[in-house]
């Protein structure tokens, strides 16, 4: 028997945030290290077996649940905002800021280094991915084809380009930061807007038959954590 078993759901999670509060206060100065991880044992009261339990890579997943718990922060202000008058493309930006505004700095910060490493790239590559699926998913995103990868990749990459430049923005407020936002969404904008062009140009159209169709046959995962989708017969 694993030694949360005893434990309720809610006293998981309450043991869960007491480890990653008294982790935040050492992120700072010693990164989501090994350091860290010791001094929120130390801090946090927590029994190191049962916090070995609860995180069982450690830093790596102090560090994972502190990017998850930004995620659940987005989320909750979206359920709260009345987004209904805005232009979708400025629904997709008050995410982003949203989802930024909900985190601290300096964790990120360290946080942008930690993923850094080889060791931990994929683990980082896989959280951006989540974030820019759940901003897609709470804004009513209902595409089961192709178009499931295309919409995440791009606000990954979108999100990715607004947090480092907002890693080093001293401007007031972070102005700088959400103007910069305002052109990368605007870029994605214009290219959405030449490829459908190019689909109703009569010359391009039959030239784009072949990959259209193969294309087509790619869907959206069935379940979360299908990799990457599937084909159709």
């Known amino acids: 028997m694993g030694m949360t078993a005893g434990k309720t759901m809610d006293q998981q999670q ?3 945030k007491r480890l990653l509060d008294a982790a935040l206060a050492h992120v700072v100065f010693d990164g989501w290290s090994a350091a860290t991880w010791q001094a929120a044992l130390t801090d ?3 029994e190191p077996v049962l916090a070995q339990a609860l995180f069982p890579r450690r830093a790596l997943d102090l560090a994972v649940a502190y990017h998850q718990r930004g995620d659940a922060a987005m989320l ?3 359920a709260e905002e009345d987004l209904g008058l805005l232009r979708f493309r400025d629904r997709v930006a008050a995410a982003v800021r949203y989802r930024l505004e909900a985190a601290d700095r300096e964790a990120v910060r ?3 280094t930690f993923f850094a490493l080889p060791q931990h790239a994929a683990e980082g590559s896989r959280l951006i991915w989540e974030t820019a699926d759940a901003i897609w998913t ?3 995103d209902s595409s089961r084809d192709v178009n499931w990868y295309t919409k995440r990749a791009t606000l990954a990459a979108v999100y990715s380009a607004t947090l480092l430049f907002w890693l080093g923005d001293d401007s007031p407020e972070h102005q700088a930061t959400w103007a910069f936002l305002d ?3 605007d870029n994605v904008m ?3 807007k030449l490829k459908a062009d190019v689909k109703k140009n009569p010359l391009l159209k039959p030239l784009l038959a072949g990959p259209a169709w193969l294309l087509g046959q790619i869907k959206a995962p069935e379940r ?4 990457p989708g599937r084909w159709r017969s």
């Open 138 to 140: 709470a804004l009513g």
């Open 44 to 46: 946090s009261g927590v």
């Open 110 to 112: 360290r946080g942008a």
């Open 183 to 185: 052109r990368r969404i």
């Open 14 to 16: 309450d043991l869960r």
């Open 190 to 192: 214009q290219v959405e």
């Open 76 to 78: 909750a202000r979206l």
């Open 224 to 227: 979360r954590d299908d990799l």
